[in-house]
Each structure stands twice: as C-alpha cells, then as structure tokens.
C-alpha cells in the first residue's frame, strides 16, 4: 500500500495550510488513519488521528487550530491546519493500520500503524 502525502509549504505564523492523504487504488474503508510529524533532531510524535467511522483525537497542542478529516469514497485524508506556528514547522507524515482490530479505534502510537507516507515538509517561520 502507497500512501501520498502532499500539501507541506512554507507559511507564516498565523496561517493556514491543507494537508492531504491518498492511497491510489486501495481503498482504506475501514482502516485508521493518523498524522504525524518529526521536528529536525526530535522523534516522531502523534498530530491526529480519525478511526473508520469518523471518531476523532488530536494533540493537545494542536485541538481548536487542526482538523482532521476523511473521505473514504475518494481515499483521501486531510488535515486542515489553521494558526500555525512555528513550533509546527516539521515533516508530516500520513498513517494507515488495517488490522481489523482496530476498526472504528483511534490510535496515537505510531507502532501500531503499518502503512506511511513520504511526508511532506511544513515550514512556518515567525
């Protein structure tokens, strides 16, 4: 399974960028998907994550600034990201777990994700 992130850029403090996430050619129905991201000498950490039937959670740093959403018809995920900061400025990654027993779970350790994405760099200067 391919999972294309896209939507990184270089913004400024306060501004908004959009996020998104395919998976061409499979469908990931059912799946729970996340994002990540990894500052440049920090570990990767937990941004958001959706389960298969829409139930949300969020970073406590970021909850009220970032949205999480899914279309599952389309294959798409996205994370519409709103008063940026720089302290956001990382490469995002996108997340998949099939395992079915996950379905309908929300997920914050990245260990239990399978499938990644390339990332995508967010640049948010001060």
């Known amino acids: 399974v391919q999972l294309q992130a896209s939507g990184g850029g270089l913004v400024q403090a306060g501004d908004s960028l959009r996020l998104s996430c395919r998976s061409p050619?499979?469908?990931?129905?059912?799946?729970?998907m996340g994002w990540f991201r990894q500052a440049p000498g920090k570990e990767r950490e937990f941004v958001a994550t959706i389960a298969s039937g829409g139930k949300t959670d969020y970073l406590d740093s970021v909850k009220g600034r970032f949205t999480i959403s899914r279309d599952n018809f389309k294959n798409t995920m996205d994370l519409q990201m709103n008063m940026l900061k720089p302290e956001d400025t990382a490469i995002y990654y996108c997340?998949?777990?099939?395992?079915?027993?996950?379905?309908?779970?929300?997920?914050?350790?990245?260990?239990?994700?399978?499938?990644w994405g390339q990332g995508t760099l967010v640049t948010v200067s001060s």
């Open positions: 997340a998949a777990a099939d395992y079915i027993g996950y379905s309908g779970r929300t997920l914050r350790s990245r260990n239990l994700y399978n499938y």
């Open positions: 050619g499979r469908t990931f129905t059912g799946w729970t």
